[in-house]
T-cell receptor, first 111, second 113 residues
Framework: DAKTTQPPSMDCAEGRAANLPCNHS???????VYWYRQIHSQGPQYIIHGLKNNETNEMASLIITEDRKSSTLILPHATLRDTAVYYC????????????FGPGTRLSVLP | SAVISQKPSRDICQRGTSLTIQCQVD?????MFWYRQQPGQSLTLIAT?????????ESGFVIDKFPISRPNLTFSTLTVSNMSPEDSSIYLCSVEFGTDTQYFGPGTRLTVL
């Protein structure tokens, strides 16, 4: 079973920041937090991952709480093309460690 | 990252037949994975394919139904055998790059009539 809990859906106005929460209260010390998204039944797209420090790349920022029991993915300026299902996954880093996908959050960016 | 392609992108098949899905990567990778995504559902891992060894199947998936080949470090196939309408899904391959991240192919949308 997935080790994360996400809201099933969220709306965001175009141009505003989208903040997607994820709870992972049973996360272990060697588990990373990963975010992927899936746009209209395409293959999932990697967004970002982190262990305990906040991370930022060209797509998004990942904020992990100090106790690591929850995190937030931030899309700073959401566009219509960011409409997708966003998956938060916790996973041990290592060869052959598969990803367990939960139902994710369906983000709708509205004009 | 890796560039991953899958063939076919979609197909419509008759029940009782088999379909082989190809996954090609532009780099040599050790681990490849096959997932299934049933309509309206999330992804479920079918099996892990390591070059030079037998694929490892997850609970609920068997080799007779989903045989996998991994002849080299850039290619793998998944066959969906003796298909029924319940096999209608999107089938996705993914590859592990380093130890950090998996990258996914575009998927194969299969409809079984």
């Amino acid at each position: 079973d997935a080790k994360t809990t996400q809201p099933p859906s969220m709306d965001c106005a175009e141009g505003r920041a989208a903040n997607l929460p994820c709870n992972h209260s049973t996360i272990s010390g060697n588990e990373y937090v990963y975010w992927y998204r899936q746009i209209h039944s395409q293959g999932p797209q990697y967004i970002i991952h982190g262990l305990k420090n906040n991370e930022t790349n060209e797509m998004a920022s990942l904020i992990i709480t100090e106790d690591r029991k929850s995190s937030t993915l931030i899309l700073p300026h959401a566009t219509l093309r960011d409409t997708a299902v966003y998956y938060c996954i916790v996973r041990v880093v290592g060869y052959g460690q598969n990803f367990v996908f939960g139902p994710g959050t369906r983000l709708s960016v509205l004009p | 990252s890796a560039v991953i392609s899958q063939k076919p992108s979609r197909d419509i098949c008759q029940r009782g037949t088999s379909l082989t899905i190809q996954c090609q990567v532009d780099s040599q990778v050790t681990m490849m994975f096959w997932y299934r995504q049933q309509p309206g559902q999330s992804l479920t891992l079918i099996a892990t394919a390591n070059q030079g060894s037998e694929a490892t199947y997850e609970s609920g998936f068997v080799i007779d139904k989903f045989p996998i080949s991994r002849p080299n470090l850039t290619f793998s196939t998944l066959t969906v055998s003796n298909m029924s309408p319940e096999d209608s899904s999107i089938y996705l391959c993914s590859v592990e790059f380093g130890t950090d991240t998996q990258y996914f192919g575009p998927g194969t949308r299969l409809t079984v009539l």
